[in-house]
């Protein structure tokens, strides 16, 4: 490979780790398997070494992927908390043995232990009670989650034991067991809600959810495997986690003191079969030097200690054909791979069809028509194509070609630096994206239109009697029953509905436009801060990016959308029809309101009203609700047990906190 090429492959490989690191850790969406992910840094990492003009401290293969949120508040983790260097093969595990028998110059002993598939955590204790616990972060610092961790059942809030040191910091992994997982996703079915991926991303997700009611509704649970701090019990890895499990927190009883790396290599072995009947899931085993001394002795890279080593299991994999590719269109324009494969029967299910995310994951597989591909499933996420074998592709073989043009409407296709993803710009007429826009209108957490579902917008688009969402207002239910799928009860009940959904509160009927990045929770606190399609449709760019949580993406869409003046038709024949296009008055915000010009945060469980309240009468009276304590924000309203998080960061920056009757009384509201 040219050196020109390499820096290419190098950029490429560099912008989609981070991409993907970012769907990993913040988002709690990973698109691509780890053992996908692990070929990839693999690759990064050989081009860097082949390639040494081009290493960068910046690159994704010197520092770790950051679950850093901006709602909670960081504290610095006093011993780095890093990453571990992965392997997938024994003779890599065998070097690994060789590298370290060679620094110590005698034999060593490893602790085997699960990897468990979680979200990691670093918990401290002083003087034998809970003190706080934060996320992975960037490794350097994290995320104070302690209010969250706190509603762990199983982990200690303050210990007996002997030899517990006056400070000490436990590290292990939130997990949800498989059962908890499985129920936590029937309920969400059932109300509607997206079902977690994997019980890992459940975990992550809900270790970061602001509200630490809802996560005490959920069964997490806590293993440790790491003790740090100044003295501590023993100097022996293997003996300090008997110590810590008889100081009353979960350790698991699978670890294991291995004297030889062939004792190593059987326990993996073991355990790969055994993990089917484990109640949580694990993705390896991690092979720890058990005495501290050496394993300070061989310290650390940027990322990862050089005394540990995790073991990864793959995924199970099948090899299949790749007959063709589909390219759908999206609700927003947006073009996505599908590969159509010769059906292969994987883990349980038969597999006709993987997804390709993006025309850059089709790049970075130097994908061919007709490829002997390797799919895999992991975890629950749909099957992927991780790899093509080359050796068997037949030479009069094409690339495959990402279109340039809209494979539904024909528009030429366009992308931003930004985003991964091609769209197709024919927001008016793509017929996808005007289905996609319906089927989004009528939604359950949008206008809840019932009796409608994709087929029959399908039906009424293809029947010309739906173009788009004001469209819906004007059906009658003579038309709609001459219908050949749709029968006279089925019409009365779509009309219904219809006429129902004029009833949506605003803050709704505004996420039910669609716009695009404009969420659930944008659309609730635009619809709070300006009252009223008018005014937020007149909003400068200045007015929406004050707006807490509002960036200058989601402005310029909001800027985008008004400007269309097909849109303004729409919103005004909408509003014809009756819907909310404002909130009621007693909900509008009093723009020289009492609290106007303050930044209030919430914490803690209220008496007089609820937190959603709270939140809707501080907009209201003209202040900022915002979800963390900064050197801006007025002052903390705390109600009962409020996150010590947020309390510990007012007190820091000296942010003055009042209580529920406080505010009541300054607000007027109690006399
Ligand atoms: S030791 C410096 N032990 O795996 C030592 N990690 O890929 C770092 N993990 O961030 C961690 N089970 O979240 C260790 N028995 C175990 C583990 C474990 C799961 C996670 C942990 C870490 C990640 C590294």
């Given at each position: ?9 190098i ?6 780790i ?23 840094m693999h ?46 093969s ?9 590298r ?23 918990i ?25 961790i ?15 040191p ?10 949800f ?25 459940a ?9 630490h ?40 009883d ?49 990322k ?72 895999e ?15 068997i ?15 539904e ?82 019409a ?39 009252g ?51 909130m ?84 007027g509201?109690l006399?």
């Amino acid at each position: 490979m040219k050196a020109e090429e390499a820096k290419r492959r190098i950029d490429l490989l560099r912008t989609e780790i981070n991409r993907h690191n970012d769907l990993y850790y913040k988002l709690n969406k990973p698109e691509i398997s780890d053992f996908e992910y692990d070929l990839l840094m693999h690759e990064l990492e050989t081009l860097e070494k082949l390639f040494p003009e081009h290493k960068a401290s910046d690159s994704p293969s010197q520092k770790i992927g950051s679950d850093i949120s901006r709602e909670f508040v960081q504290l610095d983790h006093e011993y780095p908390m890093l990453s571990l260097a992965n392997t997938y093969s024994n003779e890599e595990l065998i070097e690994f043995d060789r590298r370290i028998k060679k620094s110590a110059g005698r034999d060593v002993s490893y602790t085997c232990e699960l990897k468990i598939d979680g979200a990691s955590i670093s918990i401290k204790y002083s003087d034998a009670r809970f003190n706080y616990a934060v996320t992975r972060g960037d490794g350097e610092k994290g995320d104070n989650v302690s209010a969250n961790i706190l509603t762990i059942k199983s982990l200690p809030k303050s210990i007996t034991g002997e030899r517990v040191p006056r400070d000490f910091f436990v590290r292990g992994e939130i997990i949800f067991h498989r059962e908890d997982f499985r129920l936590l996703n029937e309920a969400r079915l059932e109300s509607g809600e997206q079902p977690f991926v994997n019980p890992r991303n459940a975990a992550a997700g809900t270790i970061k959810l602001l509200d630490h009611v809802a996560v005490a509704a959920r069964p997490l649970d806590c293993y440790l495997y790491y003790l740090l701090g100044k003295d501590l019990p023993s100097r022996s890895h293997y003996e300090n986690m008997q110590r810590v499990a008889s100081w009353g927190f979960k350790v698991s009883d699978a670890m294991k003191l291995c004297n030889s790396i062939d004792e190593v290599v059987d326990y993996i072995k073991y355990w790969d079969n055994a993990r089917k009947n484990l109640d949580f899931d694990i993705d390896g085993v991690v092979i720890k030097v058990d005495n501290l001394d050496l394993q300070s002795e061989l310290g650390y890279t940027a990322k990862t200690p050089r005394w540990a080593v995790a073991y990864k299991y793959k995924a199970e994999q099948a090899s299949t054909r790749l007959v063709s590719i589909s390219f759908q269109v999206g609700r927003t324009g947006a073009v996505t791979p599908v590969a159509n494969l010769e059906p292969v029967f994987l883990a349980g299910t038969t597999v006709k069809r993987a997804s390709l995310h993006n025309a850059d994951q089709i790049k970075l597989l130097d994908l061919h028509c007709n490829d002997t591909v390797f799919i895999e499933k992991g975890g629950e996420i749909i099957p992927k194509i991780v790899g093509v074998d080359g050796e068997i592709r037949s030479p009069d073989s094409r690339p495959v070609a990402f279109p340039s043009s809209c494979p539904e409407c024909g528009t030429a296709l366009q992308k931003t630096e930004e985003e991964a993803n091609w769209y197709c710009p024919n927001y008016r007429s793509c017929p996808p994206q005007i289905k996609g826009r319906i089927e989004h209108f009528i939604s359950r957490k949008a206008m809840d239109i019932g009796g409608l579902g994709e087929e029959t917008v399908d039906l009424l688009y293809s029947e010309n009697l739906v173009r788009n969402v004001a469209d819906l207002y004007e059906l009658k239910a003579e038309a709609l029953a001459e219908l050949e799928r749709l029968g006279k009860r089925s019409a009365a009940n779509i009309i219904r509905s219809v006429r129902k959904s004029t009833g949506t509160p605003f803050h709704r009927v505004l996420y039910a436009l669609g716009i695009r990045h404009v969420g659930e929770t944008t659309a609730r606190t635009l619809a709070h801060q300006f009252g009223s399609i008018e005014r937020l449709a007149e909003a400068s760019r200045e007015e929406l990016t004050k707006v807490p949580d509002i960036g200058p993406k989601i402005t310029s869409s909001i800027i985008d959308y008004f400007s269309d003046t097909d849109n303004i038709s729409l919103l005004v024949r909408l509003k014809e029809y009756g819907l909310n296009f404002a909130m009621p008055e007693t909900q509008q915000i009093e723009s020289e309101g009492i609290l106007s010009g303050r930044t209030i945060v919430i914490s803690g469980v209220f008496v007089h009203h609820s937190r959603e309240e709270y939140k809707e009468m501080i907009m209201r009276l003209g202040g900022k609700y915002s979800s963390s304590v900064t050197s801006r924000t007025d002052f903390l309203l705390s109600g009962e047990s409020p996150g010590p998080s947020k309390t510990e960061a007012a007190r820091n920056l000296g942010v003055q906190i009042i209580d529920e009757e406080s505010f009541l009384l300054m607000i007027g509201q109690l006399s």
